[in-house]
């Protein structure tokens, strides 16, 4: 094994709970108590993501021992809903949605509460854990914010499955609102636990990918989100152009933020879209990459979303060998997912299992 992934097992050791089973350490190696630990560091990262193929079996047999210790065998999924699509005045280079492409992508209002109420059913039905409620656009009018919070209330008291939502930006508001954080705690008060905002990429290599505001719009959101007693969904792109120094870079922007929920999706090139003519990552480097995002954050969920499909191909299973420990499922926002029975499925004949709702809902 490469001496720099012996020396991450090694430290491995030193800090899984006591009583837990790893590759790389038994019960009679581990601490008395267990010891905290904010994963390895950028420069670490850096060199774990820089190792020749031939060590990555190596790199994500680490990676799954710390998902093992950390975060035990149990998985978490999500689903979500395109609540509202379409022209959205932001110009992301990735987004089918966004207003600046022309794309064909599928243009509607806000769906009605019982429509939202039918998809959480489904999902729910087939045992997922998270339901997203999610909107295009930079923000939701009021009337459109109000129509979400009266929808969350109708499930929450409905269907029994956690809340999710991904309305754009809350730290500015509307025009009609502008009450700072207000919009945090409403949704909260209606029954949604878990607020979803991405911050795409990394700051130094986000004004390749949108120029219509700012990175500092997206980590105020996040922000309010958490102060309002949120949990906070935040992770990325993988694949669209830039390199492992941004990557690392944005995985330690999510540890500055503390969120509790990484989500990677990997690029899934729209042709009409400025990143159309992209090809998809590598399959294994887009497993090097989940793995190195484990190993710099060993304590939060991290999900495997959009773009697996494109990406992994028959490799989609490895990606809790690579130290995630969920997935979202069914169909994305303008892209069709693999079917819904036959992600279930999978994680069955992994034996993954599924993380218990109420242990879900807190912070790992």
């Not at 793995?291 to 954050?297: C, T």
Request: proline share 5%.
């Amino acid at each position: 094994m490469n001496p720099l992934l012996e020396r991450l097992c090694a430290r491995l050791s030193d800090t899984i709970p006591p009583g837990t089973e790893t590759p790389y350490a038994s019960p009679s190696h581990a601490r008395t108590e267990e010891a905290p630990w904010s994963g390895i560091t950028g420069e670490e990262a850096l060199a774990v993501a820089r190792l020749p193929a031939s060590d990555i079996l190596d790199i994500l047999a680490v990676a799954q021992a710390v998902r093992s210790a950390r975060k035990g065998p149990l998985a978490t999924t999500c689903g979500i809903v395109n609540a509202k699509s379409g022209r959205c005045g932001e110009d992301c280079a990735f987004c089918a949605q966004s207003s600046h492409h022309d794309t064909g992508a599928p243009v509607h209002a806000l769906l009605g509460p019982d429509a939202l109420l039918r998809h959480a059913e489904e999902l729910a039905r087939a045992g997922v854990r998270r339901f997203g409620i999610v909107t295009s656009g930079n923000a939701l009018s009021e009337r459109e914010f109000d129509a979400v919070c009266h929808a969350a209330r109708l499930l929450r008291d409905r269907v029994d499955i956690g809340l999710c939502a991904s309305l754009g930006q809350l730290a500015t508001g509307s025009a009609e609102s502008g009450n700072r954080g207000e919009r945090a705690r409403r949704l909260k008060d209606a029954g949604i636990s878990s607020y979803h905002h991405n911050l795409e990429t990394a700051r130094s290599f986000f004004p390749q990918v949108c120029t219509t505001h700012p990175y500092d719009d997206d980590i105020a959101t996040v922000r309010e989100a958490a102060r309002a007693g949120l949990r906070t969904c935040c992770g990325g792109i993988l694949g669209l152009g830039e390199t492992w120094e941004h990557r690392v870079e944005l995985a330690l922007t999510l540890r500055e933020l503390d969120v509790d929920s990484i989500p990677l999706n990997f690029l899934h090139p729209v042709p009409g879209t400025r990143l159309g003519h992209r090809s998809p990552l590598p399959p294994m480097e887009a497993l090097r990459a989940i793995a190195v995002f484990r190993l710099l954050h060993p304590q939060r969920d991290i999900l495997v979303c959009g773009g697996r499909e494109t990406t992994l191909g028959q490799w989609q299973s490895w990606v809790f060998a690579a130290g995630a420990n969920g997935l979202m499922v069914g169909n994305y926002l303008t892209t069709a997912g693999r079917a819904l029975a036959e992600d279930m499925e999978m994680l069955a004949a992994l034996g993954v299992g599924e993380i218990p709702r109420n242990g879900e809902e807190a912070r790992a």
